[in-house]
């Protein structure tokens, strides 16, 4: 799937099977909830997967997904951020849903108090910026049931234009409501999308039943946001978002013309948390410390930075070979490694021996344990991310004991994100 983000085709392929392709029943709304803490990339591949959906989605669909700080504000400031948001594919649908919020601001205004506090909704440039807003400020309207049935009113007569223009069937059409950092809006906003504007919505059986994603630094449960739906769910799928792979991040650091020498550096100081290395990349003087850092160690050591990680990969291995190394370090970075380790086979502690056209490398049990030591102290996160490959590799030969076979596995699925549970699900029967 196309992204622009690293390492997250695992989680856009997850929210378009969960989202897209598995709706839920015709009276009951699917959600899906994905939860992590600050920075690791929720808003960022939320966006993504509405930009990847609009391109690829081939059904007519309308996309919401509304400003995270309108959700702070009040339930009708957070309603026309909802219908100015809303994207639509195919392209023959854009032009109805950019008119969506227009339409309800004017209708807004009709129904308005007087002494509402609601001026400047919006500035000119189309971003929030709002000043004392209003919890809700239509007449006679304290819980946001009127303003749900105006939402209601302008998404059917988009419907029905629609429908009458492009031929295709109402049933056909899918909204999907996106809600970032839910657990931050008003609770005025969250009881009246759980209570009010879903509830609406699944009342009016000419309109799609909505599908929902939303995203916070929790699950629904223990950040409390379940009570907030009134309304039976059909299934709630949540996935927390990890870090982002070592590998991952060597692709992001090579595409900005940065050192992937840097990259134990960089995942030591930020864990793979993707707001942390995106701020390291942004800040020159960081990275100008850690070049230094990096120059300064090279010269107290006979060998280099690279070579010293290969070392830690050979050491990790119960014998050294290239499958072994092309799991560890990547196919490319693994030929260069073993070819340096054979020669460096008159070296104390290191042993070659030569069986037919697939040589091994050994390394003295002195030799491991000096290494692993220096290695798993100075970095353990690279030390983890070794061990973690080297269980995954461990059972994918149980499983797969033909080395030819496992090189087809390759390519034919992506080893990464490295999943035990893929892995006991394809070869379960020992197949």
């Not at 629904?220 to 309304?231: F, I, K, L, R």
Request: aromatic share 8%; net charge negative; with cysteine.
């Amino acid at each position: 799937m196309k992204t622009s983000l690293y390492g997250r085709e695992h989680e856009l392929g997850w929210l378009h099977n969960r989202v897209l392709r598995l709706p839920g029943g015709r009276n009951l709304p699917a959600l899906t909830s994905l939860y992590g803490p600050p920075g690791i990339g929720k808003t960022a591949l939320l966006g993504s997967f509405v930009a990847n959906s609009l391109e690829r989605q081939m059904s007519p669909t309308v996309f919401f997904q509304p400003d995270a700080t309108a959700g702070m504000f009040g339930v009708e400031l957070f309603a026309e951020s909802m219908f100015r948001s809303a994207l639509a594919t195919p392209s023959a649908w854009n032009m109805a849903a950019a008119r969506l919020g227009e339409q309800l601001a004017q209708r807004l205004a009709a129904l308005r108090r007087g002494d509402a506090p609601v001026a400047a909704a919006y500035s000119p440039q189309g971003t929030i910026a709002v000043s004392n807003a209003g919890e809700m400020a239509v007449v006679g309207d304290p819980r946001g049931h009127q303003l749900g049935e105006l939402c209601l009113e302008i998404l059917h007569s988009m419907v029905e234009r629609l429908v009458q223009e492009t031929g295709s069937p109402s049933r056909s059409l899918s909204f999907i409501f996106c809600f970032d950092e839910f657990a931050d809006y008003s609770p005025s906003v969250k009881r009246w999308l759980g209570t009010v504007l879903i509830q609406a919505l699944l009342r009016a059986k000419e309109l799609p039943v909505p599908r929902i994603l939303l995203t916070g630094r929790e699950s629904m449960e223990s950040a409390g946001q379940t009570d907030y739906w009134e309304v039976p769910l059909s299934r709630i799928d949540e996935s927390e978002l990890l870090p982002i792979s070592r590998s991952a991040c060597i692709r992001w650091l090579t595409d900005q013309k940065i050192d992937p020498d840097l990259i134990d550096e960089v995942m030591e100081q930020t864990k793979g948390v993707p707001g942390r290395i995106r701020e390291l990349i942004e800040d020159g003087t960081m990275l100008s410390a850690m070049e230094e850092k990096m120059a300064k160690e090279e010269s107290g050591f006979a060998i280099s930075v690279r070579q010293r990680r290969w070392l830690h990969a050979a050491a990790v291995l119960e014998y050294v070979d290239k499958e072994g190394l092309s799991i560890l370090l990547g196919e490319r970075e693994a030929q260069a490694a073993f070819q340096w380790l054979r020669e460096q086979a008159e070296s104390e502690g290191i042993t070659v021996v030569d069986r037919s056209e697939l040589p091994q490398i050994f390394l003295s049990a002195a030799l491991k344990r000096k290494i692993l030591a220096e290695s798993s102290n100075r970095y353990p996160d690279r030390h983890k991310d070794f061990q973690t490959k080297i269980a995954v590799q461990q059972h994918l030969q149980e499983k797969v004991p033909s080395l030819k076979h496992r090189e087809y596995l390759k390519h034919l699925i992506a080893i990464e994100p490295f999943d035990l549970a893929m892995i006991e699900k394809i070869y379960g029967d020992g197949e």
